[in-house]
């Protein structure tokens, strides 16, 4: 007697590993603190489950007329493959890696990275708007509330020169942080113009509110002699 179990089981076993397709996480590019941030799961017919480096977080019902369990954040169930993941207020602790997994333990993850925007101002130890060719100039660059979990680069454009920043900075930033610095110029004409603070976070330019704006302007009565 042929025994046709062992191909009905196998059959079967294809049929499930099919529909439960393993799930694709999508995390925001750069989210900010204390504002909003949303993951999007896709794959699996059963089950979604987040975690983050804390634990679990969330499960998500993907079944018509399932529920979703959750912590402090908000879970739904967008479509019959796909649930979302609503973090209403992030905050540091939400930084780093999220997985999410379907009922067959299939799991991806994204990572998820928080940026504080800081405000800046930039002074002078002289007046700026009539500066000469070969003098020198001090700047002092106050910036409140500077913070990013990934890498991040801190430069200084004063007309189209860039000054590089990092040598300013703490090794590592942990919350929210504020620093101040003086830098010298030895001012040439392609100083002249704009000084602005230029912040990279995780390799994209955020823009960065300033409480003053200071331009290096070139002295009119700036001359040239001649024999």
Same mark, same amino acid.
């Given at each position: 007697?042929?025994?046709?179990?062992?191909?009905?089981?196998? %059959?079967?076993?294809?049929?499930?590993?099919? +529909?439960?397709?393993?799930?694709? +996480?999508?995390?925001?590019?750069? &989210?900010?603190?204390?504002?909003?941030?949303?993951?999007?799961?896709?794959?699996?017919? +059963?089950?979604?489950?987040?975690?983050?480096?804390?634990?679990?977080?969330?499960?998500?019902? $993907?079944?018509?007329?399932?529920?979703?369990?959750?912590?402090?954040?908000?879970?739904?169930?967008?479509?019959?493959?796909?649930?979302?993941?609503?973090?209403? &207020?992030?905050?540091?602790?939400?930084?780093?890696?999220?997985?999410?997994?379907?009922?067959?333990?299939?799991?991806t993850?994204?990572?998820l990275?928080?940026?504080?925007?800081?405000?800046?101002?930039?002074?002078?130890?002289?007046?700026?708007?009539?500066?000469?060719?070969?003098?020198? %100039?001090?700047?002092? %660059?106050?910036?409140?509330?500077?913070?990013?979990?990934?890498?991040?680069?801190?430069t200084?454009?004063?007309?189209? %020169?860039? $000054?590089?920043?990092?040598?300013?900075?703490?090794?590592?930033?942990?919350?929210?942080t504020?620093?101040?610095?003086?830098?010298?110029?030895?001012?040439?004409?392609?100083?002249?113009?704009?000084?602005? +603070?230029?912040?990279?976070?995780?390799?994209?330019?955020?823009?960065?509110?300033?409480?003053?704006?200071?331009?290096?302007?070139?002295?009119?009565?700036?001359?040239?002699?001649?024999?």
């Amino acid at each position: 007697m042929t025994n046709t179990k062992p191909y009905g089981f196998a %059959v079967l076993i294809l049929l499930v590993e099919s +529909l439960c397709v393993s799930p694709g +996480l999508i995390c925001p590019e750069i &989210s900010y603190l204390a504002g909003p941030a949303q993951l999007i799961c896709t794959g699996g017919t +059963l089950v979604h489950t987040y975690y983050n480096t804390g634990g679990k977080v969330a499960t998500c019902g $993907l079944t018509l007329n399932s529920s979703c369990d959750s912590t402090d954040m908000s879970a739904y169930r967008l479509s019959s493959n796909q649930t979302a993941l609503n973090i209403t &207020s992030v905050r540091i602790s939400d930084a780093g890696t999220w997985v999410c997994k379907n009922a067959r333990n299939s799991n991806t993850s994204c990572h998820l990275t928080i940026a504080n925007i800081p405000t800046y101002s930039i002074t002078s130890d002289r007046a700026t708007d009539a500066v000469d060719v070969y003098g020198r %100039v001090s700047l002092t %660059v106050d910036i409140r509330g500077f913070y990013c979990s990934a890498a991040h680069n801190l430069t200084l454009q004063v007309g189209s %020169v860039t $000054l590089p920043l990092n040598m300013y900075l703490p090794e590592t930033v942990t919350e929210p942080t504020n620093i101040n610095f003086t830098i010298s110029i030895n001012v040439t004409e392609s100083h002249f113009g704009d000084a602005e +603070l230029i912040f990279l976070c995780n390799g994209q330019q955020l823009n960065v509110s300033h409480r003053s704006v200071t331009q290096l302007q070139q002295s009119t009565s700036t001359t040239v002699s001649a024999e």
